[in-house]
């Protein structure tokens, strides 16, 4: 299946799985269309209210080739109430996005952007898309994970989030911070649709933690967003950290920087002194 299919396919996955989400309830054409015996909207409610047709949105759900307007996606993207990264996302899959792919996925990078983050006092990390965390400094090693016991293969931080029993003891706000890794993660798996090792990640991923196959089948998607990272260092005891992510690193849009700052008026930084001594 070429890649392009893959994507249509990916699109109509997504939309049945908003269409389920929502709860008849609160849609006022509840009833229309007869004895409801699964959860969410049927397709018909729908179609009716994106003002398309049934045969067309089926043909759409189902992952058929059929051309799709931006008025019309935005039509169903109201329809099915979708947040405003759903909505974004949505758009990327039906090529009304804007965003390109003028770089191939990065997997090293320039000697200069390990010094940049070697000089922060603070956890820093730069990674691509996939989340295979391509540079550390001292303190990510010290604060997230010890990087430097990690084989390179295994740096990749949706992996460590649900397979690093460490981790997962220490960071308090485990769930928040699943969730949202989940969620940026499955947004470019979409947008990445045909991707062998996109594919090959998730299978193994699903075979290793039961608690990804259930998120992955949730289908949520988030993107990039300010974050708190809440962590019972073994030493220094709790830290409060806000993740800032900065994208489009000199302009490759497949590497970002993430940055563990400590949120204002906490004693976390004065913490990360006595760590860094």
Not at 240 to 251: A, E
Request: proline fraction near 3%; hydrophobic fraction near 40%.
């Amino acid at each position: 299946m070429s890649s392009e299919n893959q994507k249509i396919k990916v699109l109509g996955d997504f939309l049945k799985s908003r269409r389920e989400r929502i709860k008849p309830d609160h849609v006022s054409i509840v009833g229309r269309f007869g004895t409801r015996r699964t959860p969410g909207l049927r397709r018909e409610e729908v179609a009716h209210l994106a003002g398309v047709s049934i045969t067309w949105y089926t043909w759409l759900e189902q992952g058929r080739a059929v051309t799709a307007s931006r008025e019309v996606i935005e039509s169903i993207s109201k329809a099915l109430e979708l947040t405003s990264d759903e909505h974004l996302h949505l758009l990327r899959l039906a090529n009304y996005g804007g965003d390109g792919d003028s770089y191939p996925n990065a997997k090293e990078i320039d000697p200069e952007l390990q010094n940049i983050i070697d000089q922060l006092n603070y956890p820093a990390i730069i990674a691509n898309n996939r989340t295979e965390v391509l540079a550390y400094n001292r303190m990510a090693s010290e604060i997230i994970v010890d990087f430097d016991a990690i084989p390179v293969e295994k740096r990749v931080m949706t992996h460590l989030i649900f397979t690093d029993p460490n981790l997962r003891k220490q960071l308090v706000n485990w769930k928040e911070f699943a969730d949202f890794t989940l969620g940026v993660f499955r947004m470019y798996f979409d947008q990445k649709a045909g991707d062998l090792w996109y594919e090959e990640f998730v299978r193994r991923m699903c075979e290793e933690s039961e608690e990804f196959l259930t998120l992955w089948r949730l289908h949520d998607v988030h993107l990039k967003k300010a974050i708190h990272y809440t962590f019972d260092h073994l030493v220094a005891g709790r830290l409060f950290f806000q993740l800032n992510t900065f994208s489009n690193i000199n302009g490759n849009e497949n590497l970002h920087c993430c940055v563990f700052t400590p949120i204002a008026g906490t004693d976390t930084e004065q913490k990360l002194v006595h760590i860094r001594k």
